[in-house]
Each structure stands twice: as C-alpha cells, then as structure tokens.
C-alpha cells in the first residue's frame, strides 16, 4: 500500500529509496553476538539450578517411598509403625512443597528469560535504527525498505532489488561494529626444543 501510494504521488520523481539486509545488521552487529552469548550463560545457569532443585526433589520422593514401605514392617511394634507413617505423610508434605517449588521454578525461569530476550532485542535494534536513520537522512533517502522483511504469508516483502550503492547494509553495519572491543592477539603456541642425541662413537 505505501510504494503504491509513493508510485501515484507527484513526488515519486523526489523520492530515493535505500534497502537494508536488517537480518544481517541484527546477527551481525557485536552487542549481538556478546548478549546472545550473555543470554546462553544466563540460560545454562538456570539449567543447573533446575536439575539440581530435580536431583533434590527425586532424592526426597525416594526417600519418602521408603519411610512408607518401613510404616508396613510387621517386625517392629505398633507405635513404632504409627511414628514411621507419621514421619512419612511429613515427607510427602515435603515433596509436594519440592515439587510445586520446581514448576514454579521452572515457569518463572522460562519467563525471566523470555523476557531478557525481548529487551536485548528492542535494545539492539533500536541502536541500529538510529544509526540507520542517520545515514539515509545524511544521504538524502526518504524510504528505507528491508528486504529481510517476510510477510505474514512466507512470501519476502521486498521481491526484486539490485544490490548497487543505494545498499546501506555494509556501511551500517561497519559504523555499529567500529566501536567494537578488539580481541587480545593470540600468543603463538611455543614449540618444544627438538633434542638432538649426540651418536656415540
């Protein structure tokens, strides 16, 4: 609907379109790669501490099964049966409380995580859109299309364009990544002294 109404305006003629490859701005721009790396540790941590609260809660099922099976032990006296099922149902008490404290874990990790993805990503593309505007409005643009962009039926919104100078993709992303911080140079590995025998005589 906006390039058929640019297409029908008088001031088509005035008008300069730019594309962009925002997919590659995106992936390809350093505070990308360090949240993405940042949202992985934060990933792997909260993998821990749910199995280790899984491992806890399993050892707590175990043992409560075998505070029960001991309740039925005809061997022992009555009142020591009755102490063993009461000390049971406050295992089981135990294990239900381990166990909604697991799913809550769980729901809410899912949650916090989600959550921290969706602000790295409205942070990143904010910081690109800002230096992206920049640079149309510094080289006369007035419409910037994606051709990324994939329209709700699968079908790319942008179907042809030439990739000529009106591309800001490169540019853009050599601007967003200048300020990168430089990785230490890699010290060359030493190689071991090759030991020569001396023959013997």
């Given at each position: 609907?906006?390039?058929a109404?640019?297409?029908?305006?008088?001031?088509?003629?005035?008008?300069?379109?730019?594309?962009?490859?925002?997919?590659?701005?995106?992936?390809?721009?350093?505070?990308?790669?360090?949240a993405?790396?940042?949202?992985?540790e934060?990933?792997?941590?909260?993998?821990?501490e749910h199995?280790?609260m899984g491992?806890?809660?399993?050892?707590?099922?175990d043992?409560?099964?075998i505070?029960?099976?001991?309740?039925s032990?005809?061997?022992?006296?009555?009142?020591?049966?009755?102490?063993?099922?009461?000390?049971?149902?406050?295992?089981?008490?135990?294990?239900?409380k381990?166990e909604?404290?697991?799913?809550?874990?769980?729901?809410?990790?899912?949650?916090?995580?989600g959550?921290?993805?969706?602000?790295?990503?409205?942070?990143?593309?904010?910081?690109?859109?800002?230096?992206?505007?920049?640079?149309a409005?510094a080289?006369?643009?007035?419409?910037?299309l994606?051709?990324?962009?994939?329209?709700?039926n699968?079908i790319?919104?942008v179907?042809?364009?030439?990739n000529?100078?009106?591309?800001?993709?490169?540019?853009?992303?050599?601007?967003?990544?200048?300020?990168?911080?430089?990785?230490?140079?890699?010290?060359?590995?030493?190689?071991?002294?090759?030991?020569?025998?001396?023959?013997?005589?």
């Amino acid at each position: 609907m906006l390039l058929a109404a640019l297409l029908g305006s008088p001031a088509w003629a005035q008008t300069r379109i730019a594309t962009v490859d925002m997919r590659k701005l995106f992936d390809d721009y350093y505070k990308t790669v360090q949240a993405k790396a940042a949202l992985e540790e934060r990933k792997a941590d909260m993998e821990k501490e749910h199995a280790k609260m899984g491992e806890d809660w399993k050892k707590q099922k175990d043992d409560y099964q075998i505070t029960l099976a001991s309740a039925s032990d005809q061997a022992v006296s009555t009142d020591e049966r009755e102490r063993r099922k009461k000390l049971a149902e406050d295992k089981l008490k135990q294990v239900k409380k381990s166990e909604d404290a697991l799913v809550n874990y769980e729901r809410e990790a899912q949650s916090t995580y989600g959550d921290q993805i969706n602000r790295v990503h409205e942070k990143v593309i904010g910081e690109i859109r800002s230096v992206l505007d920049a640079k149309a409005r510094a080289s006369g643009y007035t419409l910037v299309l994606d051709v990324a962009a994939i329209g709700a039926n699968g079908i790319p919104i942008v179907l042809y364009h030439s990739n000529t100078d009106n591309d800001l993709t490169q540019t853009t992303l050599e601007q967003l990544n200048a300020a990168a911080p430089r990785e230490p140079a890699k010290t060359p590995e030493k190689q071991p002294e090759k030991r020569t025998e001396k023959k013997k005589q």
